[in-house]
């Protein structure tokens, strides 16, 4: 099968489920689950993990060390850039880290077919009775779909506002624009209210007095026009 049985060692400390039993379970489940010794062989997998890095048609693919298996896949971080061997999820779980809920960690593998896929992994390291490190339990899930839209939708949003700020830039423009003959008109016809205000009311209004009110009322018109 490419891959070692349970029934090999007690893959769980505390558990009255081993060997086929445990592996029926495991066999079952959507998650793809590996279960590593202490220098990172893989010592157990179930079919959805065998499946996702294809254990079954990279033959010896789990008796290979870690690092020729990460060179294998090309691991990457969730921006495609190379990972580091000390930032390797199952690197972190072998040092005693739980990586699981907020802390999962995204990968960036590549497969036989030279496509990409992303998947989640969270994990837990694997302690015998006095506590002490004895490998690593791995869960990985496909999220390469997942991210996918996950990107659209945060570009999509990006994009909304963008689209608000140029609406927002425009309207403000557009606001100073209008307030500038706005004002000159509002200024024209006070200064025309001014005039008309300032003729004595028992004086008669000279054609000079209706000239200087008509002129203001055409320089408030031609603003109005702009």
Known sequence: QGYASLNTEKPFSGTHLYGKELEVIFETLVDGIIVYDT????IFANAVARELFAMDSRPGYTSRDVETRAAQIHIRDEH????????????????????KGA?????????????????????????????????AIGVFRDVTERRKVEQSVNN??????????????FLSMASH????????????????????ASIDSSAAITDEDLRVV???????????DL
């Open 39 to 42: 220098a990172g062989h893989v």
């Open 80 to 99: 495609g850039r190379v990972l580091e061997k000390d930032l390797w999820p199952l690197t972190r779980i072998l040092r005693g880290e739980e990586i």
């Open 103 to 135: 802390e999962s960690a995204d990968v960036i593998i590549r497969l036989v077919n030279g496509c990409d896929m992303t998947l989640n992994m969270c994990g837990v390291p694997r302690k015998n009775d006095q506590g002490e490190i004895i490998g």
């Open 156 to 169: 999509a949003m990006i994009t909304m506002r963008e689209a608000h700020k140029r609406m927002d830039e």
């Open 177 to 196: 624009e209008l307030k500038t003959p706005l004002t000159a008109i509002n200024g024209y016809v006070s200064l025309a209210k001014m005039h008309l």
């Open 214 to 224: 008509s002129e203001m009322m055409e320089r408030a018109e031609r603003h109005g």
